[in-house]
């Protein structure tokens, strides 16, 4: 699997011609056998033969439009645009995001508001005889048990 990932990788440099060396022999390794990554070669394949197709023909650029596009694009960016008018008035979208808002809180609040609030821990500490030394009690309310630690210097 993970021949397989790094082989897809290194495909469209493979068929480019750019890799070379250990990697290159690797990769065509990889690609006599693994049906997989065979598929995923003969598509890069076609699209390479696709491109090449259509590709615009070699030689220099044309570039008898380019400044006057230039000077149209200056030109247009010159001419004011005027602002659209702002609508006031009813909006229905609006309108009715506010109310599912308002009753996203409203349910939120009410379901904060009917959840009992569940009691703490208890803990509480007491002085021994021992000099130095504290008892801790640790209690939760929902069972009957309590954890007592006695600390010493």
């Known amino acids: 699997m993970l021949i397989c990932y790094l ?6 440099a493979l068929l480019d011609g750019a890799l070379q060396g250990t990697q290159a022999r690797t990769a ?6 693994c ?5 995923e070669a003969e ?3 076609g699209l390479q033969a696709l491109l090449r197709r259509h590709a615009p023909p ?13 000077v149209r694009g200056v030109q247009d960016a010159r001419r004011p645009v005027p ?8 909006r229905p979208g609006l309108a009715v995001g506010s109310a599912l808002a ?9 379901w904060q508001l009917s959840v009992p609030p569940r009691p703490g821990v208890l803990v509480s500490s007491a002085e021994t005889a021992t000099p ?5 009690v640790y209690s939760p309310p929902e069972k009957d048990v309590a954890v007592v630690w006695l600390f010493e210097d």
């Open 58 to 70: 070699a030689g220099p650029p044309d570039w008898t439009g380019f400044w006057q596009g230039v």
């Open 132 to 136: 130095g030394g504290t008892v801790m």
């Open 7 to 12: 082989t897809r990788r290194r495909l469209g």
């Open 83 to 90: 602002a659209p008018a702002r609508r006031w008035g009813w």
């Open 28 to 33: 065509e390794a990889h690609l006599a056998w």
């Open 43 to 45: 598509s890069l394949r």
């Open 102 to 110: 308002a009753l996203f809180v409203a349910s939120i609040t009410a």
């Open 35 to 39: 049906a997989r990554c065979q598929r």
